[in-house]
C-alpha cells in the first residue's frame, strides 16, 4: 500500500520551478530518504507533502488524503519535524508536550507508549526551557512532539543537522523502532552514512528526482572504476588529480582523495607517473568499492 502518491507535482518562486514535475510514491511502513544539495526543492516537497503550501499543478495523496482538498484531515495523521528547531523556546519540555498534544485532542499519556524509549531521554529536563537544551535534547523533544498524536507518517527534513555524531546515531536507531511498528518516515539528510540506512533513496537535484532506489542498488548498478588516492600533498592533490584528464572526476574524502571514471579504465601507472611530475611523494592509490556518496556525486556531476 503506498502512504504517498504524487503526480506531476510542479511548485514555483519568482518563476524558477523548485519542484519540478516530480512524481513518486511511498510505500507504507518503509524509510524514504531524499538526498539533495542546498537548493534542491527537497524543503519545499515537504512543505507541500504537510499541506503548508499548495503546489502549483499536479496532484498528490498522503494516506489516501488530497493535500490541496483535504489539508484537516492529512494534518491530523502526519507528523512534520521541519529543518529549523520551531518549538517554544521559553516553554519547558513538558510544557510544549502538552501544548502540542492538546492541539491534537489528545494527552501525553494517551501515546506514551509510542514516545516512551524517546522521552525518558529528555524527562530529567522537562522543567528546563526548550531553548536552553543542547542539540541533541531538542531533536528528541521535537521528534517527541511530532509523535504525541501517533501519526501514520513522519516527515522529517534535515533532522540530524548540525547534532552530533552519537545523538544522530541514537536517533536513527529510534526511527528504525518507529518503523518496526508500522510508521512510515519520510527523511531528508546532508549524512550519506544515514542515507544508507533508508530502505529506499531519491536523489533530488534543481526539483527533480534524478534516480530512486535502494542503497545497495545505487551500488550494485554503479559502472565505472573508484580509486582512492594518497600523497604526502593533499592540498594539491585534489587539483591535480581535476585536471589529470577529461571525464573523470576527483571529490576530496577525508585524508585521501576518490579519482572516478564512469566511461574510461584509469591507467594507475600513468596516473602516478602524473602525480609524480607534479612533485607528489609517497603516492598510495588503490581501487576500493564504491560508497553511497560516489554513487551521488557521479549523478550530480552528469
Known amino acids: 500500500m503506498n502512504n504517498v502518491i504524487a503526480n506531476r507535482l510542479t511548485k514555483s518562486f519568482n518563476n524558477v520551478k ?17 538526498i ?15 499541506t503548508l503550501i499548495s503546489p502549483d ?29 520551531s518549538l517554544y523556546q521559553d516553554l519547558t519540555v513538558q510544557e510544549n508536550l502538552d501544548f502540542f498534544a492538546t492541539v491534537f485532542n489528545t494527552t501525553l499519556g494517551e501515546n506514551y507508549s509510542l514516545i516512551r524509549d524517546i522521552y525518558v531521554q529528555i524527562e530529567p529536563f522537562k522543567d528546563r526551557p526548550a531553548g536552553k537544551l543542547s542539540g541533541g535534547m531538542k531533536q528528541k523533544l521535537a521528534l517527541c512532539c511530532a509523535l504525541v498524536h501517533r501519526p501514520q507518517i513522519l516527515f522529517l527534513d534535515e533532522p ?3 547534532v552530533d555524531p552519537v545523538s544522530r546515531k541514537e536517533f536513527w536507531e529510534m526511527l528504525k523502532n518507529l518503523k518496526k511498528i508500522g510508521i512510515t518516515i519520510i527523511v531528508s539528510t546532508p549524512y550519506m552514512d544515514e542515507a544508507s540506512q533508508c530502505d529506499k ?12 532506489d535502494t542503497p545497495q542498488n545505487f551500488i550494485n548498478n554503479y559502472s565505472g572504476k573508484i580509486l582512492s588516492v594518497k ?37 594507475i601507472d600513468n596516473l602516478i607517473d602524473y602525480l609524480i611530475k607534479r612533485k607528489h611523494k609517497n603516492i598510495v592509490i588503490s581501487e576500493i568499492i564504491p560508497s553511497i556518496e560516489d554513487c551521488f556525486l557521479s549523478y550530480l556531476n552528469r
Open 36 to 50: 539533495g544539495p542546498d537548493g534542491s526543492g527537497k524543503t519545499t516537497l515537504f512543505r507541500i507533502l504537510t
Open 231 to 267: 600523497s604526502d600533498n593533499i592540498y594539491n592533490l585534489l587539483e591535480d588529480l581535476r585536471t589529470y584528464k577529461s571525464l573523470i572526476t576527483a571529490f576530496s574524502f577525508g585524508e585521501c582523495c576518490h579519482l572516478s571514471s564512469m566511461y574510461n579504465e584509469i591507467d
Open 160 to 162: 540530524t543537522t548540525g
Open 57 to 85: 499543478s499536479g496532484s498528490c495523496k498522503v494516506c489516501g488524503f488530497d493535500v490541496t482538498k483535504d489539508y484537516k484531515a492529512i494534518r491530523n495523521v502526519v507528523g512534520y519535524m521541519p529543518g529549523r528547531f
Open 18 to 34: 523548485v519542484v519540478d514535475d516530480l512524481s513518486f510514491s511511498v510505500d507504507e511502513g518503509e524509510i524514504y530518504g531524499i
Open 201 to 212: 533513496i531519491a536523489l533530488m537535484q534543481n526539483g527533480k528526482f534524478l534516480r530512486v
